[in-house]
């Protein structure tokens, strides 16, 4: 698999993992996916993570799935900007995500935030994934 797209790859594991009813996933530990799970976790989408060493030496991210009556809380997890097409809006201009049902999250001047924080902050930025 490339890595060409490390926060592309960390949503697909998530996908991945609730596809199979699993608690926890990880994935290799980097500034951007933390911050993306903060706001996955502050929106309460996940339970949490944690970073965790493996044997080899390396850090990763633990993600705490979280389910409600068995199914996933993350119905709908997807990229929008990608390496080969980024997708950037203006605060805005920021994608409603199901009516304001779901989330976008957006790599700001100010940090990674929900489109929420965004606007409220008044500043746009790149558009990385959407979640529902």
């Not at 926890?24 to 965790?52: F, N």
């Not at 705490?64 to 990229?79: D, H």
């Amino acid at each position: 698999m490339s890595m060409n797209d490390p926060l592309g790859d960390m949503l697909t594991r998530i996908r991945n993992a609730q596809l199979r009813g699993k608690s926890t996933v990880r994935t290799p530990a980097s500034k951007l996916r933390a911050w993306v799970l903060d706001v996955l976790k502050a929106e309460g989408y996940i339970r949490g993570y944690e970073e965790v060493k493996t044997e080899a030496g390396h850090t990763e991210l633990e993600i705490s799935l979280k389910y409600f009556e068995g199914a996933p809380v993350i119905r709908e997890l997807a990229r929008v900007s990608k390496p080969g097409r980024r997708v950037y809006a203006g605060a805005k201009e920021l994608p409603q995500v199901r009516n304001g049902l779901g989330v976008s999250i957006v790599s700001t001047p100010r940090g990674v935030m929900s489109d929420a924080a965004a606007r409220s902050a008044n500043v746009g930025g790149e558009v990385l994934c959407t979640v529902f």
